[in-house]
């Protein structure tokens, strides 16, 4: 397991010029890029400094890890989140791949970027310690895909891109906040070491890494 980045007392400006180096020189090498990003309420400001970054966004794809099963354009819908604050002004002309069954191949891709989340109980994505289901969706070896997971302790049915799928990426940002979530990563990172703890699902994702992860922590 390669030891993660830590990037203490991190900005959303910070973060954001990161990530869109990264893109660029993907745009670079292979003339596309994929951009896969968490949704919940902390990428909003990260949202709002990427979508003004001067990139070709017309050939930059962006997918979420994880959507909450509601009407289309329901405002605790993650694609919601996502058209507000992400593809507006130069980022509006990104193509916003759909999270669903009906496009199993869109969960097979390489990502150039995945930035993820993580909840107090250590899940990320939605992959939630408590679902029905998710040791399967945390098997490091399943074929990258979608899963259909319930979380108890958590409101909506989701789906979720898989630990395999998460993985299939160049490379993975871990952005948290605050003093809770701080100590969940701790944790989270002792677990990795030893890759015994399935009781934190971010644990696997730190473990499994073939790159650094890079943790962005704001205060
Ligand atoms: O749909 C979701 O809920 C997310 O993708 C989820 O994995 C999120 O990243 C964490 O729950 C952190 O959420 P907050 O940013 O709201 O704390």
């Known amino acids: 397991m390669p030891l993660p980045v830590e990037h203490p007392h991190a900005t959303a400006r910070a973060l954001a010029l990161d990530i869109a180096a990264r893109l660029q020189s993907a745009l670079a090498a292979r003339g596309e890029a994929l951009l896969r990003v968490s949704g919940g309420r902390?990428?909003?400001a990260l949202f709002e400094q990427l979508r003004a970054q001067p990139l070709d966004w017309v050939r930059v794809s962006v997918q979420l890890v994880d959507e909450r099963q509601l009407p289309d354009g329901h405002a605790e819908r993650n694609e919601t989140l996502l058209r507000a604050h992400l593809l507006q002004g130069p980022a509006a002309a990104a193509r916003l791949l759909p999270l669903d069954a009906a496009h199993p191949a869109h969960a097979a891709l390489t990502a150039d970027v995945t930035v993820l989340g993580m909840g107090e109980d250590g899940h990320t994505a939605?992959?939630?310690?408590?679902?029905?289901?998710?040791a399967e969706a945390l098997r490091p070896e399943a074929?990258?895909?979608?899963v259909a997971l319930t979380p108890t302790q958590a409101p909506h049915p989701r789906v979720s891109l898989n630990?395999?799928?998460?993985?299939?990426?160049?490379?993975?940002?871990?952005?948290?906040?605050?003093?809770?979530?701080w100590a969940v990563y701790q944790r989270a990172l002792q677990g990795a070491r030893t890759g015994s703890d399935t009781t934190l699902p971010i644990s696997l994702v730190l473990h499994h890494a073939t790159e650094p992860v890079a943790v962005w922590h704001a205060d």
Do not use: M
């Not at 074929?143 to 979608?146: A, E, H, K, N």
């Open 126 to 134: 939605s992959l939630f310690p408590d679902a029905p289901g998710v």
């Open 143 to 146: 074929t990258p895909g979608l």
């Open 42 to 44: 902390s990428p909003v």
């Open 163 to 181: 630990l395999a799928a998460l993985l299939n990426s160049r490379h993975t940002v871990l952005s948290i906040a605050g003093p809770a979530k």
